[in-house]
């Protein structure tokens, strides 16, 4: 009777779950954590059924960025260095609001100081987590569901504005456009903001499965193997980006379904220490919506001012997990892991014939971005031994966990402390 009424708590427990949880993959290119990431894997031991699990990270500084060819730079100039206000009123009929402007201040004479601005911004991430369920059913096939939440901060926005006061042209910038810019970007950008932007949610929500196979060896250095295979749904729950907040960013797919698919290798050496391999491919599937886009090959990623319904099609997403884990003593280890993600160009097509896909798809937004980190994890698992948890009811795993950027391109960087609690039953 006890061993059905704990199947019922835990169906139960499950089912709340998929009902009730929302989990984050990010398309973004920010090196949070993903509810895929094997580094987070809870333990899978012989009888254990159902495993509930808490990830909490914080950021330990602002965020920085690269550039699309790898180099440090503020969040904010990812993409371009500076932004651009004369170009931004480039690509519109010669009738509209925004050419007429640009005709008065001449946009096409650009001195490389007129109309620009130097875009800064601190963007914090007090709270990256994530909440995860998993059942195990027998023959070593799971499945789980998952919940990251983030939380952002883009603060201290600041436009500097580089136009000199020499010209008749930059006396005419300063008046019609730069010295009142927010205000004129809304009013000619259809309700564009440009400056601190603010947001807590989840993202996508995960349905994963999965295969999990052990294999003991009698080999002089390898004594254990074990092989798996998943592959998943993400469902577009999450927060999308606000098309009307220039450094707003999506928490998810921003719209999109997507399938990931993963298998991974681990390898144990005597009791010495385990390694492991991982290796994750994700198709993101195209999707429609409104967009800001790109009028002019000369205008920058804030201040795009055209909104357009468009279909993005994304390219692949693909992510590396290589590891060296020691073992300390009894359950107790600690990890050391390179993880790479790189998510290829995407492509971005306009539905109305009024507008060019192939001027929408020089936006350097589109282009491949890359993160690459390490990670370095203090883990204790209570099961270690399974004569032992053969006995006990209910058990635990606990990690400390730093993540640590060192590279990439066209992405968000941001160090991560934190810790990670499993529940096994």
């Known amino acids: 009777m006890k061993v059905k009424n704990m199947k019922k708590i835990q169906f139960l427990l499950l089912l709340c779950l998929f009902g009730c949880v929302n989990t984050a993959h990010s398309i973004t290119a920010f090196n949070l954590i993903r509810p895929f990431?094997?580094?987070?894997?809870?333990?899978?031991?012989?009888?254990?059924?159902?495993?509930?699990?808490?990830?909490?990270?914080?950021?330990?500084?602002?965020?920085?960025?690269?550039?699309?060819?790898?180099?440090?730079?503020?969040v904010l100039q990812r993409y371009y260095k500076e932004q651009d206000a004369l170009a931004m009123l480039k690509g519109f009929p010669a009738t509209s609001q925004q050419a007429q402007l640009g005709q008065q201040i001449n946009v096409n004479d650009d001195n490389n100081q007129r109309g620009h601005f130097a875009v800064t911004g601190d963007l914090k991430v007090p709270f990256a987590g994530s909440l995860?369920?998993?059942?195990?059913?027998?023959?070593?096939?799971?499945?789980?569901?998952?919940?990251?939440?983030i939380a952002v901060n883009m603060k201290n926005v600041q436009w500097v504005d580089l136009t000199q006061n020499i010209t008749l042209d930059d006396a005419l910038t300063h008046d019609l456009v730069t010295d009142n810019f927010a205000a004129n970007v809304a009013a000619l950008g259809d309700g564009l903001q440009i400056g601190n932007w603010k947001k807590a949610g989840v993202g996508d929500l995960a349905l994963y499965g999965g295969w999990r196979q052990q294999f003991f060896q009698e080999k002089k250095w390898i004594?254990?193997?074990i092989v798996n295979a998943r592959i998943g749904v993400l469902f577009p729950t999450s927060v999308k980006k606000n098309q009307d907040i220039a450094v707003s960013f999506e928490f998810g797919n921003d719209g999109a379904f997507a399938i990931p698919l993963g298998a991974g290798l681990d390898l144990r050496y005597r009791r010495l220490f385990w390694a492991g391999l991982d290796i994750m491919m994700m198709k993101i599937f195209s999707h429609t919506k409104e967009r800001r886009i790109q009028l002019d090959p000369a205008q920058t990623d804030l201040l795009l001012l055209q909104k357009a319904v468009t279909r993005r099609q994304y390219g692949m997403t693909q992510m590396f997990n290589l590891y060296l884990e020691p073992i300390i003593y009894k359950g107790l280890s600690m990890r050391f892991a390179y993880e790479c993600i790189k998510h290829g160009d995407d492509h971005l097509y306009t539905i109305s014939n009024d507008f060019s896909s192939l001027t929408s798809n020089m936006s350097l937004a589109l282009e491949e971005w890359t993160t690459h980190d390490i990670f370095i994890q203090a883990k204790y698992d209570q099961d270690y031994d399974h004569a032992e948890h053969e006995h006990r009811r209910v058990s635990c795993e606990g990690m400390l966990f730093a993540k640590i950027p060192f590279n990439g391109k066209a992405s968000f960087q941001v160090?991560?402390?934190?810790?990670?609690?499993?529940?096994?039953?």
Request: charged letters at 15%; glycine letters at 12%; aromatic letters at 16%.
């Open 223 to 225: 004594k254990e193997a």
């Open 132 to 149: 995860w369920a998993r059942f195990n059913f027998n023959h070593n096939v799971w499945v789980g569901v998952g919940l990251p939440i």
């Open 37 to 74: 990431d094997p580094n987070f894997f809870p333990a899978c031991h012989k009888g254990r059924k159902f495993q509930i699990a808490a990830i909490a990270g914080f950021g330990d500084s602002r965020a920085h960025g690269r550039t699309v060819d790898g180099r440090p730079t503020n």
């Open 415 to 425: 160090g991560l402390v934190g810790f990670n609690f499993t529940v096994n039953f």
